[in-house]
């Protein structure tokens, strides 16, 4: 009788959504990337870089777009955007505000999130629940829902990336 070994948990990699029309390369580092001109409810948003081991990856590399509080983009300059990159134990930490959505668009944050150099870039958008164009954008994705709690200062939302290596 053989005896078969369990294959190693694999985690599925984040689920891909479209670029959209609006992304800028060249964002500053910064973690926080709106300040208080800009409108809209303040939202932070973190979680962790993970490998499809589940093991947190150091140094990812996570870029961040996204509207106001109006549905609108800063298309001049990097209001609104920026890059950073995760600590020794694989945490991102952001601070915005939370964007409205802009014609059929239901509210979202768009990211670009890369483990290394030379690793795959995975490109999505992160959502917020109960949102009633959920149901309607056709972009929309429901695996890229991030957490979201309301608190007094401002909305708390948690969302944990599956990267290639
Ligand atoms: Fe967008």
Redo the contacts with the bound molecule.
């Keep these: 009788m053989t005896i078969k070994k369990s294959a190693p948990t694999k985690f599925p990699v984040t689920a891909f959504v479209e670029e ?1 029309p ?1 992304y800028k390369t060249g964002s500053p580092e910064r973690q926080v990337i709106a300040d208080e001109n800009v409108p809209g409810i303040i939202l932070t948003v973190e979680g962790q870089v993970n490998d499809t081991a589940g093991k947190p990856i150091a140094h990812a590399w996570l870029d961040f777009w ?2 106001d509080g109006t549905g609108q983009y800063d298309n001049e300059g990097y209001v609104l955007r920026g890059h950073q990159y995760s600590d020794k134990k694989g945490r991102y930490h952001l601070e915005t505000v939370k964007p409205l959505g802009y014609q059929s ?1 239901s509210p ?1 944050v ?1 990211v670009k999130v890369r483990a290394a150099d030379k690793s795959p870039i995975l490109t999505t ?1 992160l959502f917020f629940p109960a949102e009633k164009k959920n149901k309607t954008d056709f972009i929309f994705n429901q695996l890229s829902v991030m957490d979201v709690q309301r608190t007094k200062d401002g909305d708390k939302a948690v969302f944990n990336f599956v990267v290639e290596t």
């Design positions: 959209g609006y996204q509207a668009r979202h768009h958008q």
